[in-house]
């Protein structure tokens, strides 16, 4: 009954390599989101996507696209992969347009390590 | 520039101490306020808060809204060892800003 899900865990891969990684909410909500955490613990926001339709988009490289096949959906997919793109990243849930008190619904994270 | 503010980034008291987190913002469309929990996995949450001066609480656990100030306060009494955590604020417009957390420690 996970409400957020992301798979890998964990993604060990090469420099130059390309990859994705996958999330899913079963919630019922509408808008999904990426967020790259560094080292120090500190999240950003890389995309929003709500019912499918891509709402925010912060400055992040090109090598970076999310996909969205359905608003139960939201892939994100990393070309050309780099030394710097090393860390966890969280794909999160909410319900924007009730405003209720649910908050974000965060996945358990991809630890992403690349060689 | 958005941004939200914690303070301190780190707190070490021993169990059973009371501790409050603070966390100022400054966004252009302000909408909420969030509070999460973060330990070794996903950030938790904890609360949202969209009303000035209504304090929510769970368990020992409970957060205010400032707006005035653009502030907020998590405070938890009687601290436990599985209160350590790392501690996040976020603001909430048309996207979430998050700030860098408080790392709080429970020493027992």
């Known amino acids: 009954d996970t409400a957020v899900s992301q798979t890998p865990k964990y993604l060990v891969t090469q420099m130059g390599n390309d990859k994705s990684i996958k999330c899913e909410q079963n919630l019922g909500h509408d808008t999904m989101y990426w967020y790259k955490q560094d080292s120090k613990k500190f999240l950003k926001i890389m995309f929003s996507y709500n019912n499918k339709e891509l709402i925010i988009n912060e400055t992040v490289p090109n090598r970076f696209s999310p996909k969205s096949p359905d608003k139960a959906h939201l892939n994100l997919h990393i070309n050309s992969l780099e030394l710097g793109d090393s860390a966890v990243y969280f794909c999160?849930?909410?319900?924007?347009?009730?405003?209720?008190?649910?908050?974000?619904?965060f996945g358990s994270g991809t630890r992403l390590t690349v060689v | 520039e958005d941004k939200v503010v914690q303070s301190p980034l780190s707190l070490v008291v021993h169990e059973g101490d009371t501790v409050t987190l603070n966390c100022s913002y400054e966004?252009?469309?302000?909408?909420?306020l969030l509070w999460y929990k973060q330990e070794k996995k996903a950030p938790t949450f904890l609360f949202m808060l969209t009303s000035s001066g209504i304090e929510k609480k769970s368990g020992r656990l409970s957060s205010i809204l400032d707006k005035k100030e653009l502030s907020s306060i998590l405070n938890i009494t009687a601290t436990q060892t599985g209160d350590s955590a790392i501690y996040l604020c976020?603001?909430?417009?048309?996207?979430?800003?998050f700030g860098k957390g408080t790392r709080l420690h429970i020493l027992p």
């Open positions: 966004v252009t469309n302000f909408r909420s």
């Open positions: 976020a603001a909430l417009d048309d996207k979430i800003i």
């Open positions: 999160a849930s909410s319900q924007v347009s009730l405003g209720a008190d649910y908050g974000y619904t």
